[in-house]
């Protein structure tokens, strides 16, 4: 299995056991789709990787050609078209390093037919922390939400931050539909602003539909008429249950005309690299 680690592709590579990056988790990362052998919306990743460098004093060493290049040059090396990118900037020992690697993924059938699961976290986000708003490698609370709530037998966790108010998703973040009439949570909650949300939210313009960005009880998605959680890998994903609250996905009209928007824009990307 191939790697890039600053500006080569290569098999192996021993990262220091003293730098910052695995000692403390200084640093942030980016998981990119890769459809069909070529990565998806690169320029938007490339973005927040940036905006997460400049908070922890990182340098970024890469720039969009880059990550479109060697994207492309690892998934023909790893034998991967469908799969996820991971590019992390950290901090080492004698300088910040930059480490891209390639693995499979696919979403399974089941889950765009049937939906998923969420099922609320007992841990909660803190809107005033700077580590709520960047990608950062420090992720233990992610992962230890997602297993508490996996054990419960959902599929991805949600957070309320600490003020009792709905934040985002282990992993994704979290729109819902009531009166034709899209919400989601405002950056201010505690969330990481998401590739996908954004362009949820461009849809929405260019659809014409109302969407609402605010600070709401978790009351006001149990009520919702549709559902749905974003994220990189699985783009726009219905939700069928919120904890006991459960949701006819068979029924659900706008997520579908929003997810029908996004596949185009995937599209849109794989044919940007032909």
Known sequence: MYIYYNDKLTKEQCISPISQGFQFGYGVFETILISKGVPCFVD?????????CSRLGL????????????????????????????VICFRD????????????????EGYIQNGISLGSSSIMRNPHSPISYIKSLNYTENLLAKAEIKSQGYDEA????????????????????????????????????GIIRKQVLDICRILGLRLEEGSYNLSELLSADEVFITNSLMGIMPVYRMDNTTYNISEYKISKEIDYEYRKLIVLEEQMHR
């Not at 938007?44 to 997460?52: D, E, T």
């Open 44 to 52: 938007m990743h490339h973005n927040r990787l940036a905006a997460g």
């Open 59 to 86: 340098e970024l060493k890469l720039d969009i050609g880059t990550i479109n290049t060697q994207a492309i040059r690892l998934s023909q090396a790893c034998n991967i078209t469908e799969g996820r990118l991971k």
């Open 93 to 108: 020992i004698e300088a910040d390093a930059t480490i891209m690697t390639l693995s499979h993924y696919k979403l399974e």
């Open 158 to 193: 949600l957070f309320l931050n600490v003020y009792g108010k709905i934040c985002e998703g282990a992993v994704s973040n979290v729109f819902w539909i009531k009166q034709s009439v899209i919400y989601t949570p405002e950056i201010s909650c505690g969330i990481l602003e």
